[in-house]
């Protein structure tokens, strides 16, 4: 398993500055606390997370529009090949 990195364990406090108070049942509560200690995070980072997980990405909506807007620019790419060539180096060319 790999160790958890809260995204909010090095920000700025000052970034944080709208506050939220939500009712949570007992056992849920003793949960997600449990389960912030064994993270080594806060409970609040943990919802944080959880909620940017959640909620912050982007829809799937989201993500056609701009593959929409991506494929509809005028960008000089060429073929797959010629891309790969100009891209990795031939191993000839990394020996000293």
Avoid at 1 to 7: C, E, G, L, V
Avoid at 12 to 20: F, R, V
Avoid at 35 to 61: F, N, W
Wanted: proline share 10%; hydrophobic share 30%; aromatic share 4%.
């Amino acid at each position: 398993m790999t160790s958890y990195i809260p995204p909010y364990q090095y920000m700025d406090m000052e970034l944080l500055t709208k506050k939220t108070t939500i009712l949570l049942p007992p056992k849920l509560h003793d949960r997600l606390t449990r389960i912030a200690e064994e993270r080594h995070t806060s409970l609040g980072d943990l919802v944080r997370s959880a909620c940017e997980q959640q909620y912050g990405a982007p829809t799937r909506e989201e993500k056609i529009a701009s593959v929409r807007r991506l494929a509809g620019m005028k960008l000089p790419a060429g073929s797959p090949r010629q891309i790969k060539k100009e891209s990795v180096p031939h191993p000839d060319d990394l020996l000293p």
